[in-house]
């Protein structure tokens, strides 16, 4: 089971992907909590940014 809690936010962190992984994570029950506008955007948002997090940079360097 799934809960996924989608609150107002950047437009750049409401992508489609990330809903469609919290879906893809539920594996009998999803329970989305959130505004349907927010909802209805995500699935329109088909946008992937680069995300320049440091993360390998991390890793490497640990």
Same mark, same amino acid.
């Given at each position: 089971? *799934? =809960?996924?809690? *989608? /609150?107002?936010?950047? /437009?750049? &962190?409401? @992508?489609?992907? &990330? +809903? $469609? @992984? %919290?879906? @893809?994570?539920?594996? !009998? +029950?999803?329970?989305?909590? %959130?505004?349907?506008? =927010?909802?209805?955007?995500?699935?329109?948002?088909?946008? =992937? #940014? !680069?995300?320049? @997090? %440091? &993360?390998? $940079?991390? +890793? #490497?360097?640990?």
């Amino acid at each position: 089971m *799934v =809960i996924m809690v *989608v /609150p107002q936010a950047s /437009p750049m &962190l409401l @992508t489609r992907n &990330l +809903l $469609y @992984t %919290g879906m @893809t994570r539920a594996k !009998k +029950l999803l329970i989305v909590i %959130g505004n349907q506008n =927010i909802i209805d955007f995500m699935i329109k948002n088909a946008d =992937i #940014k !680069k995300r320049n @997090t %440091g &993360l390998a $940079y991390k +890793l #490497k360097n640990k």
